[in-house]
């Protein structure tokens, strides 16, 4: 029977110099190290210009409130776009999508080569902003206008030029990773592999990819009609404005088209961020509880219904600003509706986890740790997209609290359990156990006592952007008291990510050889050398696929897993499929 999806990628001939091999490199491995390291590096900078924030608002005057807002605006778009959509989508979609296959490689090497190198120029134009005149932008990290355009001294801002042309680099870079992920997927799988077999954390990644081939134009447009607006005095977003006692030359713009163009893309990149992760997370909970994913094909299609409804959900950001109740109801409505295919993938890894041969590595502990981020920040979501509770909410750090939670945290600790499992295969080397779990606790234990209090400081009414409540009667003076103990917080668990980076460098030198499959998995890409080589799977032939990725605990069979690549005859006749 002639098994279907196979192609046998032909790649050219392994590299010889260093430039070829490390720096021009068009292997998939390489530019997803590439990807990973740069996307860590500037998210450390993020992670920066958070402290500066935090120790304004707890010791009022350390900065004044124009490096205040320049911080907010650098740090939230570097942790949105430059951290988790280039780290999940470039640094794990490059890894894992060819060897999860059995690919070779991606389609178009040269492409995906050009697409990191599109993406560190974006980075670099990003960072340059601290080195104009006037700095950084600090119009908030969603670029409203009017302060994007008219904010700053007569004549042109350069931050805010600095940004928008970044911005239109990282979607150049974005579009091209996401059609080689997205023809890799399609083109590429090796004999035997399916659809319906491909590991979930593939599925996450190819979702997440066609959706930022969709939404990724509208914040293209925006930025390109933006910075027509900045330069050439066109009138897309601006009204008639005074500023320093004259009249600007704008004349009938609408600053609401912004906002839909921007959370078009906005709230889809939510997703684009999550479903990844969530792909990385159903790896973890399945290999690490020894135990078949529950539900694959529910699995399968939670994720496609995510990612169809979040393009009918955007204007929940936009209640305030004065859109027709009946609108208000239809996005109130679709953002509940999208809460149930988020549910099912929340129960599914739960009904994974029960009666589970549970393992409590550093990986798994990661896992269990989105799971809990994952649903207290969307429960606290479904407050935020009712229009009568978002109304008295929406200005306030309750709204901090909540994407923090569902977003940020929920996606760096899947990055993180995604490192601390792949890192083995991608270096050959085990990463230390001990500061593994140190790092664990430190960050899961640290992220709930910066942000749970957010919540409490939003239910009083601290509203956000603010970089001081001095002279605000109507925040109480307990306000501060937490402000200073979340801004103690936020310093010690920055503090813990060192951790983290000694761990990966030590580990990389000194840690313990990794052999081929350290967890047993079932996967392909824990069926190839350790690490593995130009083409993947060297001279031989790609594997060829005989079930599902999430074959484990069968019964009768003397291993506890059956890799997707066993013959039938050599996995004891079991079941092809796995999830009938």
């Known amino acids: 029977?002639?098994?279907?999806?196979?192609?046998?990628?032909?790649?050219?001939?392994?590299?010889?110099?260093?430039?070829?091999?490390?720096?021009?490199?068009?292997?998939?491995?390489?530019?997803?190290?590439?990807?990973?390291?740069?996307?860590?590096?500037?998210?450390?900078?993020?992670?920066?210009?958070?402290?500066?924030?935090?120790?304004?608002?707890?010791?009022?005057?350390?900065?004044?409130?124009?490096?205040?807002?320049?911080?907010?605006?650098?740090?939230?778009?570097?942790?949105?776009?430059?951290?988790?959509?280039?780290?999940?989508?470039?640094?794990?979609?490059?890894?894992?999508?060819?060897?999860?296959?059995?690919?070779?490689?991606?389609?178009?090497?040269?492409?995906?080569?050009?697409?990191?190198?599109?993406?560190?120029?974006?980075?670099?134009?990003?960072?340059?902003?601290?080195?104009?005149?006037?700095?950084?932008?600090?119009?908030?990290?969603?670029?409203?206008?009017?302060?994007?355009?008219?904010?700053?001294?007569?004549?042109?801002?350069?931050?805010?030029?600095?940004?928008l042309v970044s911005l239109l680099l990282f979607i150049v870079a974005a579009t091209m990773g996401g059609l080689n992920y997205?023809?890799?997927?399609?083109?590429?799988?090796?004999?035997?592999?399916?659809?319906?077999?491909?590991?979930?954390?593939?599925?996450?990644?190819f979702v997440a990819s066609v959706m930022a081939l969709l939404a990724f134009p509208a914040l293209f447009v925006g930025c390109v009609m933006m910075l027509l607006d900045r330069t050439l005095h066109t009138s897309f977003f601006m009204p008639a404005v005074i500023q320093f006692g004259q009249r600007l030359p704008y004349e009938g713009g609408s600053p609401l088209l912004w906002q839909h163009l921007f959370w078009y893309f906005g709230h889809p990149e939510v997703y684009i961020v999550i479903l990844p992760a969530m792909g990385l997370i159903s790896e973890l909970v399945s290999v690490h509880a020894r135990k078949p994913i529950f539900g694959y094909r529910a699995m399968v299609l939670s994720l496609v219904a995510i990612a169809a409804i979040s393009f009918v959900v955007w204007a929940h950001h936009m209640y305030t600003?004065?859109?027709?109740?009946?609108?208000?109801?239809?996005?109130?409505?679709?953002?509940?509706?999208?809460?149930?295919?988020?549910?099912?993938?929340?129960?599914?890894?739960?009904?994974t986890l029960w009666r589970g041969k549970v393992q409590l590595t550093v990986p798994l502990l990661f896992a269990i740790a989105f799971l809990n981020t994952f649903v207290v920040g969307g429960l606290t979501g479904l407050f935020l997209g009712n229009v009568i509770v978002d109304f008295p909410l929406q200005d306030t750090y309750f709204v901090v609290a909540h994407f923090h939670m569902v977003m940020g945290v929920a996606a760096i600790v899947a990055i993180f359990g995604g490192i601390y499992h792949w890192y083995p295969k991608a270096t050959g080397r085990m990463l230390n156990e001990t500061l593994g779990r140190l790092h664990f606790w430190a960050t899961f234990v640290g992220t709930y006592l910066i942000f749970f209090p957010m919540h409490f400081l939003g239910l009083l009414g601290m509203p956000r952007?603010?970089?001081?409540?001095?002279?605000?009667?109507?925040?109480?003076?307990?306000?501060?008291?937490?402000?200073?103990?979340?801004?103690?917080?936020?310093?010690?668990?920055?503090?813990?990510?060192?951790?983290?980076?000694?761990?990966?460098?030590?580990?990389?030198?000194?840690?313990?050889?990794?052999?081929d499959n350290p967890w047993r998995a079932a996967t392909l890409e824990w069926q190839a050398p350790t690490p593995p080589p130009h083409g993947n799977w060297g001279p031989e032939p790609p594997p060829v696929v005989y079930r599902w990725a999430y074959e484990y605990s069968p019964p009768g069979f003397p291993e506890d897993f059956i890799p997707q690549n066993a013959p039938p005859v050599l996995a004891g006749g079991g079941a092809e499929e796995g999830y009938a």
């Open 321 to 351: 600003s004065g859109m027709n109740p009946y609108f208000g109801f239809f996005f109130a409505t679709t953002t509940l509706i999208v809460a149930i295919p988020s549910a099912i993938k929340t129960y599914n890894w739960l009904l």
């Open 465 to 515: 952007r603010y970089p001081t409540f001095e002279g605000l009667t109507f925040v109480p003076p307990s306000a501060h008291a937490l402000n200073e103990f979340i801004t103690a917080v936020a310093l010690l668990v920055g503090l813990s990510q060192l951790l983290f980076g000694f761990n990966l460098v030590y580990s990389y030198f000194r840690g313990a050889r990794a052999p």
């Open 1 to 163: 029977m002639e098994l279907p999806g196979y192609h046998d990628h032909r790649i050219g001939p392994e590299p010889r110099s260093f430039w070829t091999r490390y720096v021009f490199s068009q292997d998939h491995k390489v530019i997803a190290l590439q990807y990973t390291v740069t996307a860590l590096l500037v998210g450390a900078i993020g992670m920066v210009l958070s402290w500066a924030m935090r120790l304004e608002l707890a010791f009022p005057g350390t900065l004044d409130p124009g490096r205040y807002y320049q911080a907010m605006t650098l740090h939230g778009m570097i942790m949105v776009i430059y951290l988790l959509t280039a780290l999940l989508l470039g640094g794990f979609g490059n890894f894992l999508i060819p060897l999860m296959l059995g690919a070779r490689d991606m389609a178009y090497p040269f492409v995906n080569m050009l697409s990191y190198w599109v993406y560190l120029l974006s980075v670099l134009v990003l960072l340059a902003s601290f080195f104009v005149p006037g700095g950084p932008t600090g119009a908030g990290w969603t670029l409203y206008p009017p302060q994007a355009i008219t904010r700053g001294t007569p004549g042109y801002d350069w931050g805010i030029l600095l940004m």
């Open 182 to 205: 997205v023809t890799t997927v399609l083109q590429l799988r090796t004999k035997g592999m399916t659809l319906m077999r491909m590991p979930l954390a593939v599925w996450g990644i």
